[in-house]
């Protein structure tokens, strides 16, 4: 194929035919999924960044009930994506997957506009008195927001994936674009997520909640129609008709059930498949490791097996072990996560407390504190993607720069540092309130919001290596037929990292209230202990981080057969 210009890893067309290397897939396709996603992120977080106003301000509902809502919501758009690629890796394929999704997203955002725009559908009032809202208007608005979750949430993992698979897995100049694309796709998000929380949440709180969520489902619509405009550049993977995902259950029941078997003293004689088996079928052979021994045990040839139920192939063990092994870093990310949702909670209230007069008619928004994190990424990402990456790439020889891990480490080890310079300056915080008598809620402390700027930029920096990183590790270490269900690690540590924060907040009050002291998180913050939260998060993080170092050392990465002269004689 090779001397066709073909693909090498067996990449098509929509119709099922080999497609062109130099008229597919690279930046000539992956230039409408980058800009899909700017527009995208735009839609998104035009209707989330804003939504806890609108429930208190337009549904009269109370703060706690509205909070509570959001969360779920968000929770709910991060823990639909697994729904999402289950079904692309096992029935429709992703990009079959996204139509659907974008489909059933649509529909989500129309009904959000129609029930924030109509004034039969939102609440009124009238001389001071406002009319509640019905059951109907209740259960169209929530209907809304729970199909965009299930829509966004199902086209996410699809979406980056689909993105990587535009990048030949045989080729090497090819696998350098591709940790690029991974930058860029980050990049690309943070952009719309800046472009919405800036513009269209103005838009919302000055001109109308109606036109707000309209410019959202615009720029949904101008999203899907970039993608659409890509079709003729896109390269597909060839999807198995079994369910992969039923390996990870085959896999350690076989091995229980020869758990009295003895493994054999060579390893070669464990069930496999030849190399041209693999090939000749468009999936791919992974090689033996070490890890996970006692699955080897579902691969073990017994000389009286059923034919209707032969053993494991040491590929279908390995990929179990894959994930076995993407779990336990991904236990090792839920206290990052919990850092992030920490971002957008705990840190904009503290932020809330101190001086933000910039002038005698404007306070800067406590809640803009963020806004630093993202234009940090911004400005570190292209920096780490077109100087960072090719210098250590000259150095270490891997294509990467650094390894997956290492990158993921550093994120995590500069996270660190930002919650310790956090907890520094909450003891400058809960000083000056001891100089000043503060203790009302209420009592602006004398001192910058601008003290939280250091804090927010480093967790900027720890974002840019760590969001990229870990969407990239789940990518690539999941078996090739699970590639979507593997990306859904990332969103489900988003999803399980803010229901940890919550249980975690939760759980603190709940103890140190009944421990007969001072609550560490009060509604008051001039008058509880967060210094003593900010330093419990320093210590779990370290300690995390310590774990972190060591399974990462003895981390064993994915190897498949990458022998592109074999790959070149199959016939598609």
């Known amino acids: 194929m090779e001397d066709k210009g073909y693909t090498l890893d067996g990449t098509v067309d929509l119709r099922g035919q080999p497609v062109l290397s130099s008229l597919t897939g690279k930046w000539k396709a992956c230039i409408f999924i980058l800009v899909y996603q700017v527009l995208e992120r735009l839609a998104y977080y035009g209707v989330g960044a804003n939504l806890v106003s609108y429930m208190t301000t337009q549904l009269h509902k109370d703060v706690v009930s509205s909070i509570t809502s959001v969360n779920n919501w968000t929770g709910l758009s991060y823990i639909t994506p697994i729904l999402g690629a289950y079904i692309a890796d096992s029935y429709m394929g992703r990009f079959w997957t996204i139509i659907l999704s974008l489909f059933i997203y649509a529909i989500g955002l129309v009904l959000l506009v129609l029930t924030t725009s109509l004034k039969s559908l939102t609440p009124t009032c009238a001389n001071g008195i406002c009319r509640g809202e019905s059951n109907l208007q209740l259960t169209l608005f929530y209907l809304s927001l729970h199909i965009i979750a299930i829509g966004s949430g199902a086209a996410k993992p699809n979406m980056s994936t689909f993105g990587a698979d535009q990048f030949d897995d045989f080729n090497p100049k090819e696998q350098e674009?591709?940790?690029?694309?991974?930058?860029?796709?980050?990049?690309?998000?943070?952009?719309?997520?800046?472009?919405?929380?800036?513009?269209?949440?103005?838009?919302?709180?000055?001109?109308?909640?109606?036109l707000g969520y309209g410019l959202a489902a615009i720029g949904f619509l101008l999203a899907s129609v970039t993608f659409f405009l890509g079709t003729p550049n896109y390269r597909h993977k060839c999807r198995e008709a079994r369910s992969p995902t039923m390996d990870i259950i085959k896999v350690p029941l076989v091995a229980f059930r020869n758990?009295?078997?003895?493994?054999?003293?060579?390893?070669?004689?464990?069930?496999?498949?030849?190399?041209?088996?693999?090939?000749?079928?468009?999936?791919?052979?992974?090689?033996?490791?070490?890890?996970?021994?006692?699955?080897?045990?579902?691969?073990?040839?017994?000389?009286?097996?059923?034919?209707?139920?032969?053993?494991?192939?040491?590929?279908?063990?390995?990929?179990?072990?894959?994930?076995?092994?993407?779990?336990?870093?991904?236990?090792?990310?839920?206290?990052?996560?919990?850092?992030?949702?920490?971002?957008?909670?705990?840190?904009?209230?503290?932020?809330?407390?101190?001086?933000?007069?910039?002038?005698?008619?404007?306070?800067?928004?406590a809640a803009s504190l963020w806004s630093f994190v993202t234009i940090t990424v911004l400005i570190v990402l292209p920096i780490y993607d077109l100087y960072f990456t090719p210098f250590m790439r000259r150095r270490t020889g891997n294509h990467r720069g650094i390894t997956l891990l290492q990158r993921i480490g550093i994120g995590v080890a500069i996270q660190v540092i930002a919650i310790a310079i956090t907890y520094v300056v909450e003891i400058r915080r809960m000083d000056v309130i001891l100089k000043q008598h503060i203790v009302g809620p209420e009592e602006v402390v004398p001192m910058s919001i601008f003290w939280l700027l250091p804090q927010n930029i480093l967790l900027g920096v720890a974002d840019a290596f760590l969001v990229t990183g870990l969407l990239e590790f789940f990518y690539d270490q999941s078996p090739e037929e699970m590639k979507v269900l593997g990306t859904t690690f990332y969103t489900s540590m988003v999803a399980s990292g803010n229901y940890f924060n919550s249980f975690l907040v939760t759980v603190i009050d709940i103890f140190t209230r009944k421990m007969g002291?001072?609550?560490?998180?009060?509604?008051?913050?001039?008058?509880?202990?967060?210094?003593?939260?900010?330093?419990?998060?320093?210590?779990?993080?370290?300690?995390?981080?310590?774990?972190?170092?060591?399974?990462?050392?003895g981390y064993i990465y994915k190897k498949e057969n990458t022998i592109t002269t074999e790959v070149n004689d199959l016939d598609i």
Not at 317 to 341: C, K, R, Y
Not at 343 to 357: D, H, I, W
Not at 521 to 547: K, Q, T, W
Request: a positive charge.
């Open 517 to 553: 002291h001072k609550s560490w998180i009060g509604n008051n913050l001039n008058d509880c202990r967060l210094d003593y939260y900010y330093a419990f998060l320093f210590v779990i993080s370290a300690l995390n981080f310590g774990v972190f170092l060591w399974v990462s050392s």
């Open 259 to 365: 758990r009295k078997l003895q493994l054999p003293s060579n390893l070669a004689e464990l069930h496999e498949f030849e190399l041209n088996h693999y090939i000749s079928s468009g999936s791919r052979k992974i090689h033996h490791t070490p890890h996970f021994r006692f699955l080897d045990k579902a691969a073990i040839k017994k000389s009286n097996t059923d034919i209707s139920n032969p053993p494991c192939t040491v590929t279908q063990v390995e990929g179990t072990e894959l994930v076995l092994g993407m779990f336990q870093i991904w236990l090792l990310t839920l206290i990052p996560s919990n850092i992030w949702a920490v971002e957008a909670t705990m840190s904009v209230k503290q932020g809330a407390t101190l001086e933000r007069r910039l002038g005698p008619n404007f306070h800067f928004p």
């Open 177 to 210: 674009l591709r940790v690029s694309f991974f930058n860029w796709w980050t990049f690309n998000g943070s952009c719309g997520c800046l472009m919405a929380t800036l513009f269209v949440v103005y838009i919302q709180e000055r001109f109308g909640w109606g």
